[in-house]
């Protein structure tokens, strides 16, 4: 209390100073009714939501959300600076959403004027939203809808008072009301060491132990075939302020939450020489790359809070794919048909549809910028258009006669163009092996026409994976001689490529800060190549235990990433698939 009383006393001295005397009588009124003792959750709540967002005072709303990072988070506390980011942009789009409701599409373009610099350092969240201003209804378009629903609100204002009241509660105040002489500051940093160094010891004897529990832990897994059940199952996984989860089955983790009680330095000593003893013996040595490729022991089981399973299909699922705001999804099927699922209950069922597409489905890519449009690509040459919201094909096109196997397709984030895939056929045993040579043709999104033939060279081999960077800017592809290769999209030209895999390259991808590409080859080994020292792996894995050389007989598999780039998963020939942690993991010295 004696802190308090000095920081107000401070507080009186400032507004004397500044001649703010009708201020301090505002201010003793308030004390002397009790407020401001305390954080009140309800009086924040009430001004942002009550005073300054229908009252449009953009200046004080942002002025309040930089107090709370300065006072209550710092980038250093990154769980909390990371969920106060994410509520700062969900309250500013609720600021504009509700303008909009009002009619007030002056202030919408003035939000955008005066906070545009801003923004735009978090252009993938906003890029959209610059638009919102020129669109006649926005709450009718499939990538806004949610935002105007008083379901969403309602969670928006939930979440705001958990978190404040998560802060507040956990006594997170200002340096000023907790610390008011050097003696009191000197306790509390030694007082924080003290815990620290007890956190850290407490997780190495945990981490020790967990590593030994990895490594004794060896099942044998059995490969179940799968090809006559006929489910499409699309789990998700909670997440939450504290944690974050990802759907999946296995996940390799550095960490436990399990509580270790009664481990001393003496039995921590034997565990982690076992436990290196089973580490060494677990490594492949990688002579051309000078790197260590680790192979996975059994992985502990991820708790799925929420599945939801489609019914639906008459034969084999071949491609699953989200669409960019993740309500839709659409699955491919070995008989050639497509099916559109509505995944979020908050958006309308009508989408759901059954596309035919009279040959066996190779490649599904959603147009990134909206929910729109689904592309379609089939094994006899065939590219279709789909719109989700017509229910109708509005293109059908078709590769060249010389290449008529579309391999994959992917939609520029920025541009309204997409690049396919094709490749020759030839007789042979596996996936790779009938396909022969490769073309990569890049086609307009609104004249439905080829735009160029991105240059590959003299009978180059097939291109099994491409993906864009953030921009559209970069194209990665990757090929069935081990390749990948990067591709200039502006001047459509390669501008550089390495031999990545000894055998084809299944999938490729680029990592999340886009300073890496992750590539998956048909022998089951995970690479994570760096982008600034081109040829040097910076992670691998062996996962050759669930995509094995004899499961690409029929398909390629995928690698992916979460939202948050954390986390690897990989598709598997058995019903059981990894999920790799990368986050940590890649920061590791070779």
Known sequence: ???????????????????????????????????????????????????????????????????????????????????????????????????????????????????GSYLMQKREDWIAWFAIPYIKNPS??????M??????????????????????????IP???????????????????????????????????????????????????????????????GSSVGGQAFSGVYEESSTSSTTVQ?????????????????????????????????????????????????????????SCRFSASGSNIASSSTDGTVRIWTYDSSTPSSKNATIYCGAEVSALSWECRSD???????????????????????????????FPSVLDLKCSPVDPVFVSAAASRRHGSTIFDRTGFASLTVWHMKTWKPLTVLPLGEDPPAITSLCFNHNGKILAASATDGMIHMFDMSAGLQITGWPAHDSPVSSVLFGPAETSIFSLGSDGKIFEWSLHNQGQIIWSRDCSRFCNPESFNKRMHEVALDSNGKRLLATSGLV???????STLSTLPN
Not at 35 to 40: K, L, M, V, W
Not at 209 to 234: A, F, T, W
Not at 378 to 400: E, F, M, P, Q, Y
């Open 1 to 115: 209390m004696e802190n308090v009383q000095y920081a107000e006393e401070l507080v009186r001295e400032f507004l004397v100073f500044r001649g703010f005397t009708n201020t301090l009588q505002a201010y003793e009124a308030e004390l002397s009714t009790e407020i401001g003792r305390n954080f009140e959750v309800d009086k924040i709540l009430d001004l942002v939501f009550s005073v300054y967002i229908p009252k449009y005072q953009l200046d004080r709303l942002l002025s309040i959300f930089s107090f709370l990072k300065q006072c209550f988070t710092s980038p250093a506390d990154t769980v909390l600076y990371t969920a106060l980011l994410k509520l700062e942009q969900s309250v500013l789009r609720y600021y504009v959403v509700n303008a909009l409701k009002s009619g007030r599409q002056e202030k919408v373009i003035e939000f955008f004027s005066v906070g």
């Open 140 to 145: 009718l378009d499939p990538q806004f809808r």
């Open 147 to 172: 935002y105007f629903s008083k379901e969403w609100s309602d969670t928006l204002v939930l979440s705001f008072r958990n978190f404040l009241s998560g802060i507040f509660n956990g006594t997170r």
């Open 175 to 237: 340096a000023l009301m907790k610390i008011s002489t050097e003696k009191n500051m000197i306790k509390c940093l030694k007082s924080d060491i003290k815990q620290l160094n007890n956190k850290l010891s407490e997780l190495q004897a945990l981490l020790e132990v967990k590593e030994v529990e990895l490594s004794l832990l060896r099942r044998n897994d059995h490969s179940i075939n799968s090809g006559h059940k006929n489910l499409l199952k699309i789990t998700t996984a």
């Open 262 to 318: 009664g481990v001393n330095s003496q039995t921590l000593s034997s565990a982690k020489s076992r436990a290196e003893k089973l580490c060494d013996s677990s490594r492949m040595s990688n002579a051309e790359n000078e790197q260590i490729l680790v192979t996975e022991e059994d992985f502990p089981e991820v708790k799925v809070d929420f599945q939801e399973t489609f019914l639906g299909h008459n034969s084999s699922i071949s």
């Open 372 to 402: 729109r449009l689904l592309l379609i690509g089939t094994a006899n040459g065939g590219i279709k258009a789909w719109n989700a919201d017509a229910k109708r094909v509005v293109c059908d096109l078709s590769t060249s006669k010389d």
């Open 576 to 582: 059981r698939a990894p999920i790799y942690q990368v």
